[in-house]
């Protein structure tokens, strides 16, 4: 099956500018002699998938946009989206020495992205190892970033690795959960893409739910790596919210990325306060919302998102509202929802009601975004691995789990992190399942 049947959409495109476009050749290069070359390169020990940050920028500086490339994929297989959907400003670009100097950190997420789209441009395949010349057959389930990433360094290594997705797209958060104005459905299948003609063979709407499934898998691969992500987006627990015009953050951005929504009006109000939740509002500012409320039970202080996230979502016009959380849900006489909510002050570890603040919000669309719960439990009850919290235990050196043919990576092993900090899980994962191999086969 093609990894890549969702067209561009003009409109989309339209209103889901990037937020920041892609260098020129000219301000690339001028911006890639702006980098000290740093011996010790803070840069890439922040991040996750120890890009040599300062290697592929010298690279740009000398026109070697080709090499620039091949060396951020050698280390992040997934370098494009992790240039465009990464929190620069916390890792890479945090850790620029520049911030010594008092002067602006060097572009790096940019300068990543204007290598990776040069070399994306060209239709180059990468170089892999020969298809089978090692005898270790993987099962990657789910197909996000770090089963993506697991599976090509699989195949790297001559292995044969399949993912198996229950969505019709590979992809994951990347395909069907990342904001547009970030990264682009088009990018992130682009990116699979390349993946599958390293080699690496996807099962695309295969839901594995059953032990029978488990079994069949189990006894036809030798390990099985799980991507799973976490699960549904939590619900609020309050009267109403199954009614229509209430959709989860999540349902909500990947209406939209995949054109089964093209455009709000009206009032929406988004229940939340981290980075999804701010997605969501922004989005819905972009899709003709006139007005857009984020509400959050705590303070501005409290917010999980970051705050390059909160300055931009001022930016594009949403407005929020501090310490109320909603107790109801109901429509009036023209169909519109009514969001019932109270000011809450926070007593101890407990919220609150503040007496006699009730307040109803009036509005078209209520879009909760609180958070996902845990997707392991099958995996646990039928193949006797941990969880804490729901989260899937696994050695933090190697992914693996307390099963020896299993191994983990991403959301669902670790709490819920950054696309490069997939990445950065798929691909241990993957050295560590083919050093068990070659040990075994030796």
């Known amino acids: 099956m093609s990894t890549t049947s969702i067209p561009d959409d003009l409109l989309l495109r339209e209103r889901f500018t990037d937020i920041k476009p892609p260098l020129s050749p000219q301000a690339a290069v001028i911006e890639a002699n702006r980098c000290l070359n740093c011996f010790d390169a803070p840069c890439t020990a922040a991040c996750p998938t120890h890009i040599d940050v300062p290697g592929f920028i010298k690279r740009i500086s000398t026109g070697n946009l080709r090499g620039s490339a091949l060396r951020i994929l050698d280390a992040n297989i997934l370098g494009s989206s992790c240039a465009k959907a990464c929190p620069v400003e916390v890792l890479c670009e945090g850790a620029c020495v520049m911030h010594r100097y008092n002067s602006e950190p060097i572009q790096i997420g940019r300068l990543q992205r204007y290598a990776m789209d040069s070399f994306q441009a060209t239709g180059e395949e990468l170089l892999t190892a020969p298809r089978g010349s090692r005898n270790v057959q993987v099962a990657c389930i789910g197909g996000g970033p770090a089963s993506l990433a697991c599976a090509a360094e699989l195949c790297r290594h001559g292995a044969h690795a399949i993912i198996i997705e229950r969505n019709e797209l590979p992809g994951g958060l990347n395909t069907y959960g990342i904001a547009e104005y970030k990264l682009r459905t088009s990018d992130s299948l682009r990116e699979a893409e390349m993946i599958r003609r390293m080699g690496v063979e996807f099962r695309t709407g295969a839901a594995i739910e059953t032990a029978e499934a488990l079994e ?45 929504l093209k455009e709000m009006s009206g009032t929406v109000v988004v229940v939340g306060a981290g980075n999804t939740a701010i997605d ?8 003709g919302a006139e007005t857009v409320y984020l509400l959050y039970r705590r303070g501005e202080r409290e917010m999980t998102a970051f705050d390059f996230e909160y300055e931009h979502a001022k930016h594009e016009g949403v407005q929020f509202l501090w310490r109320r959380q909603p107790y109801a849900i109901r429509t009036n006489e023209r169909g519109r929802l009514l969001l019932d909510t109270v000011q809450v002050n926070e007593v101890g570890r407990s919220l609150q009601p503040v007496e006699g603040s009730e307040n109803v919000i009036e509005c078209d669309y209520v879009i909760p975004a609180i958070g996902q719960s845990p997707f392991a439990q099958l995996v646990q009850d039928l193949r006797r691995i941990e969880l804490r919290n729901g989260i899937i235990v696994v050695d933090p050196e190697t992914g693996q789990t307390g ?18 900090d997939a990445v950065a899980d798929g691909k241990r994962a993957a050295r560590a399942i083919m050093k068990i191999a070659e040990a075994a086969y030796a």
Do not use: H, W
């Open 403 to 420: 099963n020896s043919r299993y191994f983990a990576g991403g959301d669902c092993a670790n709490g819920g992190r950054e696309v490069v």
């Open 280 to 287: 969501a509002a922004s989005a819905a500012r972009r899709l």
């Open 216 to 260: 069949e898998l189990e006894s036809e691969f030798d390990f099985l790596f799980l991507g799973v992500g976490l699960g549904a987006m939590q619900r609020m627990n309050i009267p109403g919210e199954d009614q229509k015009g209430v959709l989860n953050a999540l349902e909500f951005i990947a209406s939209y990325k995949t054109g089964r």
